[in-house]
């Protein structure tokens, strides 16, 4: 006796009447919120979110836009050269991005960028500074601190000094209150900015 075909019945596809078809449109619509100022002003709703970041000069497709090598086909144009023969190699057209402010305002804005983008932890901040108005520049001094509850090296005070005064919004106000704003720190004739116990003192 012979096995009978199974047979699967598909269930029957009903309207549902409670979804709110405009609101699934425009959820899936959306691409969550756009930080940046530039992208957001010239970004369309109306177009997808590809074609909107190719409008713009930008990126969408990391992949598409630096393939990775082709390692057969790399073989075969070299066996191809060595034959003598030519390699039917088409250059890759690229189209003016109508959008193309956006991208050359985003290379402006990175250049023009100059300074530090972090900043130190609060409680570093105040441990920095108290170590500093206690010893000054003195790191040594720092280190045999009893107050150096982390055990730290005089070359891990000397570099977050360091850091700390590189960070004009956090070290102004130390400054201020010190009366160093108007202090040129690169003068080592200024005795207030002389390091102490350091390989590299002058």
């Not at 930080?35 to 177009?47: F, G, L, Q, S, T």
């Not at 190699?89 to 530090?116: I, Y």
Request: hydrophobic fraction near 30%; glycine fraction near 4%.
């Amino acid at each position: 006796m012979g096995r009978g075909r199974t047979r699967t019945k598909k269930k029957k596809q009903t309207y549902d009447y409670s979804r709110n078809r405009k609101r699934m449109s425009q959820k899936a619509r959306r691409n969550g919120t756009i930080k940046n100022e530039e992208i957001r002003a010239a970004y369309d709703v109306k177009k997808k979110p590809a074609k909107n970041i190719r409008e713009m000069g930008l990126v969408y497709d990391v992949n598409r836009a630096i393939p990775i090598p082709n390692v057969k086909q790399q073989m075969k144009d070299m066996e191809m050269i060595f034959s003598g023969q030519k390699v039917n190699s088409r250059p890759r057209q690229t189209r003016s991005a109508p959008k193309q402010h956006v991208v050359e305002k985003l290379e402006k804005d990175a250049n023009e960028f100059a300074g530090t983008r972090f900043r130190m932890a609060r409680s570093m901040v105040r441990i920095v500074t108290a170590m500093m108005d206690r010893h000054g520049f003195n790191y040594q001094a720092m280190a045999k601190d009893r107050k150096n509850y982390e055990q730290e090296t005089w070359r891990q005070f000397r570099t977050k000094v360091r850091r700390f005064l590189l960070i004009p919004e956090q070290c102004t106000p130390y400054l201020e209150q010190k009366g160093w704003i108007d202090c040129d720190m690169s003068d080592p004739a200024d005795p207030r900015w002389k390091e102490f116990c350091t390989d590299d003192e002058s």
